[in-house]
């Protein structure tokens, strides 16, 4: 009787112990749940990215104004009419 007891006692644990840190158990599964809010976060900073990107594409293509704003911030370029001045504080 004893070693029945014994016997299903150890079996309880490692049935315990392989549902919980076994391969595709439950630390596995809330790993892969941590993983997978990581990647829906990361997904929607790009989606974000994207519709930004979109955006400044039909502005480039509709007008000038966009392509001018762009030059002045990213190249420093002004017009022949114009004259830059920093001020150093």
Request: cysteine-free; charged content about 25%; proline content about 0%.
């Amino acid at each position: 009787m004893k070693l029945l007891l014994t016997s299903g006692i150890v079996l309880a644990v490692l049935l315990a112990y392989t549902l919980a840190l076994g391969k595709g158990g439950l630390l596995d599964i809330w790993n892969m749940k941590r993983d997978i809010v990581v990647q829906q976060e990361q997904n929607e900073r790009l989606q974000q990215r994207n519709r930004e990107l979109a955006g400044e594409i039909v502005n480039l293509q509709k007008g000038t104004e966009a392509i001018e704003e762009r030059a002045r911030s990213d190249l420093g370029l002004i017009r022949s009419d114009e004259f830059f001045v920093q001020i150093i504080e």
